[in-house]
């Protein structure tokens, strides 16, 4: 070997085309994100039940369906400096492990107080995992397809929400809810030696933390195959941290613009995206069509994310990437102003909430794509979870603003119309996005 030989780890992966082992890599990723969607979308399904079975009222199990959401956001801000120092394979493992036997234990509980602990500690988990997992995929994928297979990892949360759907029809009659929870829960887990068979170490943040060299060659030549060079040590060029801990680096004047850029604009989105998506079936039926109809037509917006999140994606790959998302979250102003203003009995409304769901949701997942190319290795496990768990925040303020609003008798119209608001200043605020001056890059390596 020469010992005068580096290897940059980031410019390799780059310059290569995605190889067998980083297409598992995707589809294992997109396993995990799918469980998630699962985990997160269950209660819903089985809150008819729960209430009838325990003869308590939709409002007392308002509790149990607030602690998960609560817990996705705490697990996400905690997760992302854990990552950052101990690595993103053994955050992502635990938080599966864990979300998977908390949901099982969900399955044996026989009170509102216990199941909504056991729903909050199973959000930590729920939280954790996305943000790792988005960050472990962005260090193995080439840049130039990056936030194209993102959003296709993506994907899977809305496929795992729709087959939770479809896996509780199944069971609830015959089984109860308690079986669906508990299969709910033994799916991950089950899935979980492979995923430590099979995930490697993301080998940036190998070199980043100066393992040995060997230790990020045997990783390396896993993923990339036998062809990999052999080098005496590893490098990644990337602009330096020097703020501390990564939580206070994310606010240091190197980041600050874009941290605070990503946590309006994901926080907005959430806003918009969990108030139309929670209350618009009761906005529909209130206007006057059957439940049957109000649902069907909200799923369309859910479709129509699904396929935005592909097409915001492959154009992110092609263009300047926040400009991209700034469009789709404008086009989804557009798009919601114009439901408002029109009736839920015309040809069009079911278009309308087809492309909000489109432009909004495809805008959001792009944005968990843009993320990882905001911050350097040592940091950027952190910045993404944050991003996600300030976001969460607007997800619980969406969800309480349209209780609010219809409880103070705003029409279907005013309540629509407004969300254009949090929808132009996403896009405001991401067009904006732009990093403050740094220091040049450096090379870290072992």
Same mark, same amino acid.
């Given at each position: 070997?020469?010992t005068?030989?580096s290897?940059?780890?980031?410019?390799?992966?780059?310059?290569?085309?995605?190889?067998?082992?980083?297409?598992?890599?995707l589809?294992?990723?997109?396993?995990i994100? +799918?469980?998630? &969607?699962? !985990?997160v979308?269950? %209660?819903?399904?089985?809150?008819?039940?729960i209430?009838? /079975?325990?003869?308590?009222?939709?409002a007392?199990?308002?509790?149990?369906?607030?602690a998960?959401?609560?817990?996705l956001a705490?697990?996400?801000?905690l997760v992302?400096?854990?990552? !950052?120092?101990? &690595?993103? #394979? #053994?955050l992502?493992m635990?938080?599966? &492990?864990?979300?998977?036997?908390c949901?099982?234990?969900?399955? *044996?509980?026989?009170?509102?107080?216990?199941l909504? =602990?056991?729903?909050? @500690?199973t959000?930590?988990?729920?939280?954790?995992a996305?943000? *790792? *997992?988005? *960050?472990?995929? +962005? /260090?193995y994928?080439?840049? #130039?397809?990056?936030?194209?297979?993102?959003?296709?990892?993506?994907?899977?949360?809305?496929l795992?929400?729709a087959?939770?759907?479809?896996?509780?029809?199944?069971?609830?009659?015959?089984?109860?809810?308690?079986?669906?929870? %508990?299969?709910?829960?033994?799916?991950?887990?089950?899935?979980?030696?492979?995923?430590?068979?099979?995930?490697p170490e993301?080998?940036?943040f190998?070199?980043?933390?100066?393992?040995p060299?060997?230790?990020i060659?045997r990783t390396l030549r896993?993923?990339c195959?036998?062809?990999?060079?052999? +080098?005496?040590s590893?490098?990644?060029? /990337?602009?330096?941290?020097?703020?501390?801990?990564?939580a #206070?680096?994310?606010?240091?004047?190197?980041?600050?613009?874009?941290?605070l850029?990503?946590w309006?604009?994901?926080f907005m989105?959430l806003?918009?995206?969990?108030?139309?998506?929670?209350?618009?079936?009761?906005l529909?039926? !209130?206007? &006057?069509?059957?439940? /049957?109809?109000?649902?069907?037509?909200? =799923?369309?917006?859910?479709l129509?994310?699904?396929?935005?999140?592909?097409?915001?994606?492959?154009?992110? !790959?092609r263009?300047v990437?926040n400009?991209?998302?700034?469009?789709?979250?404008?086009?989804?102003?557009?798009?919601?102003?114009?439901?408002?203003?029109?009736?839920?009995?015309s040809?069009t409304?079911?278009?309308?909430?087809?492309?909000?769901?489109?432009?909004?949701?495809?805008?959001?997942?792009?944005?968990?794509?843009?993320?990882p190319?905001?911050?350097?290795?040592?940091?950027?496990?952190?910045?993404?979870?944050?991003?996600?768990?300030?976001?969460?925040?607007?997800?619980?303020?969406g969800s309480f603003?349209?209780?609010?609003?219809?409880?103070?008798?705003?029409?279907?119209s005013?309540?629509?119309?407004? @969300?254009?608001?949090p929808?132009?200043i996403?896009?405001?605020?991401?067009?904006?996005?732009?990093?403050?001056?740094r220091?040049?890059a450096v090379?870290?390596?072992?």
């Open positions: 070997m020469n005068d030989q290897l940059d780890v980031r410019a390799f992966i780059n310059d290569r085309g995605m190889g067998r082992y980083q297409w598992l890599l589809v294992l990723c997109f396993l994100v +799918a469980t998630d &969607g699962m !985990d979308a269950i %209660m819903g399904f089985l809150a008819p039940a209430t009838k /079975e325990w003869g308590i009222s939709k007392a199990f308002g509790v149990v369906m607030s998960a959401p609560i817990g705490i697990g996400a801000l992302g400096p854990l990552s !950052d120092r101990y &690595g993103r #394979k #053994k992502l635990a938080s599966v &492990g864990w979300f998977g036997l949901s099982v234990l969900c399955g *044996t509980v026989g009170d509102v107080v216990s909504s =602990a056991l729903r909050f @500690l959000g930590l988990g729920l939280g954790a996305m943000p *790792t *997992t988005t *960050t472990l995929l +962005a /260090e994928v080439p840049e #130039k397809s990056r936030s194209t297979l993102i959003a296709i990892m993506f994907t899977g949360f809305n795992g929400s087959l939770v759907g479809f896996g509780a029809a199944a069971i609830l009659p015959d089984h109860g809810w308690r079986t669906v929870l %508990m299969v709910g829960g033994a799916i991950p887990l089950a899935c979980l030696p492979f995923y430590l068979w099979l995930i993301s080998t940036q190998l070199v980043a933390r100066k393992y060299a060997d230790r060659a896993r993923v195959g036998a062809g990999t060079p052999h +080098a005496a590893y490098t990644i060029s /990337e602009a330096p941290v020097i703020a501390g801990t990564p #206070k680096a994310l606010l240091s004047p190197a980041f600050r613009r874009i941290t850029s990503l309006s604009t994901y989105g806003l918009v995206i969990y108030l139309l998506s929670g209350w618009l079936p009761t529909i039926k !209130d206007a &006057g069509l059957p439940i /049957e109809k109000a649902a069907s037509i909200t =799923a369309l917006f859910q129509g994310g699904t396929v935005g999140a592909l097409v915001v994606g492959y154009f992110m !790959d263009w990437p400009r991209v998302i700034a469009i789709a979250y404008l086009a989804g102003a557009g798009f919601i102003l114009l439901l408002a203003s029109g009736s839920v009995q040809s409304f079911a278009l309308f909430v087809l492309l909000a769901g489109f432009c909004m949701s495809g805008g959001q997942t792009g944005l968990n794509a843009y993320a190319q905001c911050y350097p290795t040592v940091v950027r496990a952190t910045g993404v979870s944050w991003m996600l768990g300030v976001g969460r925040f607007g997800s619980i303020t603003a349209g209780g609010l609003m219809l409880s103070m008798g705003w029409s279907f005013a309540v629509i119309a407004v @969300l254009a608001i929808a132009t996403a896009a405001i605020a991401i067009v904006l996005a732009k990093f403050a001056p220091a040049a090379r870290t390596s072992y």
